[in-house]
């Protein structure tokens, strides 16, 4: 027993497990080293942005407040291109696919969920089956219809393929899972209709899911270019990426005033996905149900 004791304090400090000071150190260095590299070009972009544009390749990462041209690059991409309506663009086609996206997708998830009917795992292995399609196979026989019914260059248009989410109904099945089914029995027996247990019961529980899912098809279809620029080919139904490539080929290679531009549809999805988050631990932190 001594010889023991003897042999543990006579180990080699080398031997010794790392402090949790150098551990928490080194994981949130190492965290922030690739934070930075997220963060890079968005500050580049924000500094081309403000700076003349014939600084920006020559010092990119200086910033002179004397040879600041913030007024005049912001300026030229408010009114060389109706920036305001394609952003507007923009948040009627998000809000109205993320309206319709959670109305179909909980109701599917609950039926998938906490009901049984025949065919219940067939229909689960079809939305687990739409998962695996690209967004670019359909894309053909969708524009097609949409011309054929003179629906090209509308809201509908661009907001019809994303009515219906795979991935979000997946999501919200598993959540819904969790859910204890003696509640929603008794909920029954109490006479409350299926509207009511999702609107009352469910959707309260799964606000964390909900909230996630919101910030994944705002930016997704915010930022989405692609369908856009199949169906849209008018200015007054340009999106906001869809408006920005056009503002570039109106202007040209002038990357002062495209940074801007591209600052101005960048800056509503940071303060979406700052809403969302405090929202989102809020959710998180949501106990029992109401």
Same mark, same amino acid.
């Given at each position: 027993? +001594?010889?023991?004791?003897?042999?543990?304090?006579?180990?080699?400090?080398?031997?010794?497990?790392?402090?949790?000071?150098?551990?928490?150190?080194?994981?949130?260095?190492?965290?922030?080293?690739?934070?930075?590299?997220?963060?890079?070009? &968005?500050?580049?972009?924000?500094?081309?942005?403000?700076?003349?544009?014939?600084?920006?390749?020559? @010092?990119?990462?200086?910033? @002179?407040?004397?040879?600041?041209?913030?007024?005049?690059?912001?300026?030229?991409?408010?009114?060389?291109?109706?920036?305001?309506? &394609?952003?507007? %663009?923009?948040?009627?086609?998000?809000?109205? !696919?993320?309206?319709?996206?959670?109305?179909?997708?909980?109701?599917?998830?609950?039926?998938?969920?906490?009901?049984?009917?025949?065919?219940?795992?067939?229909?689960?292995?079809?939305?687990?089956?739409?998962?695996?399609?690209?967004?670019?196979?359909?894309?053909?026989?969708? /524009?097609?219809?949409?011309?054929?019914?003179?629906?090209?260059?509308? /809201?509908?248009?661009?907001? &019809?393929?994303?009515?219906?989410?795979? #991935?979000?109904?997946?999501?919200?099945?598993?959540? #819904?899972?969790?859910?204890?089914?003696?509640?929603?029995?008794?909920?029954?027996?109490?006479?409350?209709?299926?509207?009511?247990?999702?609107?009352?019961?469910?959707?309260?529980?799964?606000?964390?899911?909900?909230?996630?899912?919101? !910030?994944?098809?705002? +930016?997704?279809?915010? %930022? @989405?270019?692609?369908?856009?620029?199949?169906?849209?080919?008018? $200015? @007054?139904?340009?999106?906001?990426?869809?408006?920005?490539?056009?503002?570039?080929?109106?202007?040209?290679?002038?990357?002062?005033?495209?940074?801007?531009?591209?600052?101005?549809? $960048?800056?509503?999805?940071?303060?979406?996905?700052?809403?969302?988050?405090?929202?989102?631990?809020?959710?998180?932190?949501?106990?029992?149900?109401?």
């Amino acid at each position: 027993m +001594t010889s023991a004791k003897h042999d543990v304090s006579v180990r080699s400090p080398r031997s010794l497990p790392p402090t949790p000071f150098f551990a928490a150190a080194s994981k949130h260095g190492l965290l922030l080293i690739f934070a930075a590299i997220i963060l890079l070009p &968005f500050v580049w972009m924000i500094l081309a942005a403000v700076k003349n544009p014939a600084d920006i390749f020559s @010092d990119p990462f200086s910033l @002179d407040p004397a040879k600041l041209h913030a007024g005049e690059n912001f300026g030229k991409a408010l009114n060389a291109a109706p920036m305001g309506l &394609f952003m507007l %663009n923009s948040l009627i086609v998000v809000v109205g !696919v993320l309206s319709v996206q959670l109305i179909t997708s909980i109701a599917a998830a609950h039926a998938l969920a906490q009901m049984k009917f025949r065919g219940q795992a067939l229909m689960f292995g079809l939305v687990l089956f739409a998962l695996c399609i690209p967004v670019q196979v359909p894309a053909l026989p969708m /524009y097609i219809a949409l011309a054929k019914l003179g629906l090209l260059n509308s /809201y509908f248009s661009l907001m &019809f393929p994303w009515f219906f989410s795979a #991935f979000a109904i997946f999501l919200f099945r598993q959540q #819904f899972r969790t859910f204890p089914r003696e509640i929603i029995n008794a909920a029954r027996i109490d006479g409350f209709t299926e509207i009511e247990i999702i609107v009352r019961l469910i959707v309260p529980s799964a606000l964390p899911a909900i909230a996630a899912f919101s !910030v994944f098809s705002v +930016t997704a279809h915010w %930022n @989405d270019l692609y369908w856009p620029l199949i169906v849209v080919n008018v $200015t @007054d139904r340009m999106t906001a990426p869809l408006g920005l490539l056009n503002f570039q080929s109106a202007e040209g290679v002038s990357y002062g005033p495209l940074m801007a531009a591209a600052t101005i549809i $960048t800056l509503p999805l940071i303060c979406v996905f700052l809403l969302a988050r405090r929202y989102f631990v809020e959710g998180v932190t949501m106990t029992g149900v109401k």
